[in-house]
């Protein structure tokens, strides 16, 4: 086994210029864990948030390799007669930043979020997939158990969860209304989305009122999201915010004027990818990738994201498929 591996490593916080490619110690498993050589890795807001200094930045040991989704082939599993055995096409979560990440040419994680690759899938959609389609299963499935006769609107629709979150509320039934550009209307619609609003040109609290559900994948962040939420939500109805620290004070906006409000922290499970990779493959569920870049433009992924308007996902090619 190799000693060392390549990586895209941070030496602090900052911007996305403190990427860079680095020899590191070659990633080891232990108990539980599979071991996995990556080919791709999914690139989502959260790796700029710890990059940047914020969330779970006070954990991490550098250099640091961050990094959440892969997809890769297995290398090592716990026992001989584990169900991931080595050559195994897989996909699904590291555990950062209390073990390295998957912007790296091997990752350890642990049994349990780690599953079988959809076989309609290349190494670099796949890659796409685990984070933000399992955040998004537990938004709309898990806590707002969405079902047919609903009306759900998502914000953000066109991105990484969002994409994800419009075709499983439409798949379980409900009408669902989004917020996204004008250039990604025809696109949302295609996923899934009976109406999209244009957030550049209009209020969705005022043209998209008495929804049951509002999947808020915005918050405070930008434009009081959060807030104006309330106003497109009947009394009783639910509001799941994901970006949380955004905005502290849901839980009592949202009771003062009689509606729901929870947030939600995602379960990197491996039982439910696998429910989701057989969405995948019956066609049911589509992965869109806006960008494929190599590993060592890791930092100009970063800027993609931070400057928005990604459809979808990014993802770094870390190795070539296998032959």
């Keep these: 086994m190799t000693e060392t591996m390549r990586a895209l490593v941070i030496d602090r916080t900052g911007d996305a210029d403190e990427l860079h490619l680095a020899e590191v110690p070659a990633a080891r498993r232990v108990i539980d864990e599979v071991l996995v050589r990556v080919i791709a890795a999914g690139v989502n807001p959260i790796d700029m948030k710890t990059r940047a200094g914020r969330g779970v930045a006070s954990e991490l040991a550098f250099p640091a390799v961050l990094g ?4 890769g082939v297995v290398e090592a599993t716990p026992y001989a ?28 994680a642990a049994s349990l979020s780690v599953t079988p690759m959809p076989t309609s899938l290349d190494f670099v959609r796949a890659a796409a997939v685990p ?9 709309v499935v898990d806590t707002a158990r969405v079902h047919d006769g609903q009306r759900v609107l998502i914000h953000a629709g066109a991105g990484g969860v969002g994409h994800f979150a419009v075709q499983l509320a439409a798949y379980f039934g409900a009408t669902v209304t989004t917020t996204g550009s004008a250039r990604n209307a025809e696109f949302l619609r295609e996923l899934g989305a009976h109406r999209v609003i244009d957030y550049t040109s209009e209020r969705f609290e005022a043209v998209a009122g008495e929804q049951d559900v509002v999947i808020d994948l915005i918050g405070n962040a930008h434009d009081e999201t959060g807030t104006r939420s309330l106003d497109a939500l009947r009394p009783g109805g639910l509001i799941v915010n994901i970006p949380t620290a955004s905005w502290p004070t849901m839980a009592a906006e949202a009771e003062a004027r009689g509606i729901r409000a929870t947030g939600y922290s995602i ?19 589509r992965v ?3 960008r494929e870049l190599p590993l060592e433009q890791g930092a100009e992924a970063h800027r993609l994201l931070e400057a928005g308007h990604v459809r979808g996902k990014v993802v770094l090619r870390v190795a070539p498929d296998p032959a």
């Design 68 to 71: 959440f989704d892969f997809a």
């Design 267 to 285: 379960v990197p499970d491996a039982r439910t990818l696998a429910v989701i990779t057989r969405l995948i493959d019956d066609g049911a569920v």
């Design 81 to 108: 007669a584990h169900p991931l055995q080595p050559g195994d096409r897989v996909y699904g979560m590291a555990k950062v930043p209390r073990a390295a990440g998957s912007y790296a040419e091997l990752v350890a």
């Design 288 to 290: 869109h990738v806006d």
């Design 131 to 139: 984070l933000a389609a399992l955040t998004a299963w537990g938004a």
